[in-house]
């Protein structure tokens, strides 16, 4: 995807933002902020979204409804992680270990964010508290709890195991308008986890054909990517797995000697260096 496409769709997703916010009021107009505000935090927009968790954290402890306090605890987690207030967010998260006892459904809606900030800071106890008593039997759960369980794995350097976990999963979709490199959908072929993945930046360097590219800012492609990926699982694990053994560190150095051994002997203008 080109820079002026990548602009296009920014644009629009600016559009619906504004949107919720100027349309939600009354009691949606939790849900707005809660939206927009996890929105605004993985942009980056971390002062903006702190105006929308301070609008919506207060109502939320006042209503003392798990509907809009769950995710306005987890959302304050995020944001105050993203700010690098570590302490904040294991408050929150902490906050959320407690209130969700006994409620398998909410608790399992802390497998993602709550888990990981929990992983992210050390505290292996507290994340791994959420897996107990949240097993249920919606769909949510049974995407949720086995990428909890890998990222716990991880943590613990149990990489085989995370490796297991993770080829349990129907496919890695990676909609990202740009890339460098393309970590994940790396880390997820070496797994042996299907990708299907934006036809933008780096990616497609990088999968090369053992994966399905789309276009990012079509909903009917990503669609059609991820339903190819799930079809071709088979091959696609294959494939996955014998182009991720290419990218080795050995590789990478031997690669980065080369350019820097091309820059030595090149002038600053480009031109070749005379002794």
Not at 7 to 22: A, G, M, N, S, Y
Not at 114 to 132: H, N, S
Not at 150 to 167: C, H, I, K, P, V
């Amino acid at each position: 995807m080109d820079k002026a496409k990548a602009q296009e769709v920014l644009t629009k997703i600016d559009e619906i933002l504004r949107w919720e916010e100027e349309h939600g009021e009354g009691q949606i107009g939790v849900f707005v902020h809660l939206h927009v505000a996890g929105v605004l935090t993985h942009r980056g927009s971390v002062v903006d979204a702190a105006a929308h968790v301070d609008a919506l954290l207060p109502r939320a402890r006042e209503s003392g409804d798990p509907q809009v306090l769950v995710p306005g605890l987890s959302a304050a987690a995020l944001l105050a992680s993203a700010r690098g207030s570590v302490e904040e967010s294991l408050e929150c998260v902490s906050a959320l270990e407690g209130m969700t006892r006994g409620q398998r459904v909410w608790r399992s809606t802390c497998l993602v964010w709550p888990l990981r900030i929990a992983v992210a800071a050390g505290k292996i106890e507290l994340a791994e508290m959420f897996l107990d008593g949240s097993e249920n039997r919606a769909a949510w759960d049974g995407c949720a709890r086995p990428a909890a369980r890998a990222t716990l794995a991880e943590a613990r350097g149990a990489m085989s195991d995370a490796a297991a976990l993770y080829r349990e999963a129907a496919c890695l979709v990676f909609p990202s308008l740009y890339e460098g490199f393309g970590l994940p959908p790396l880390e997820a072929m070496a797994s042996g986890c299907p990708v299907a993945a934006a036809r933008a930046g780096a990616i497609p360097e990088i999968c090369g054909d053992a994966a399905v590219l789309f276009d990012a800012s079509d909903a009917e492609s990503i669609a059609a990517g991820v339903l190819e990926s799930v079809a071709r699982a088979d091959e696609l694990r294959g494939r996955g797995i014998a182009r991720a053994a290419e990218f080795t560190w050995e590789e990478t150095a031997r690669r980065h000697e080369t350019v820097y051994s091309a820059a030595v002997s090149e002038g600053p203008a480009g031109s070749p260096r005379t002794p």
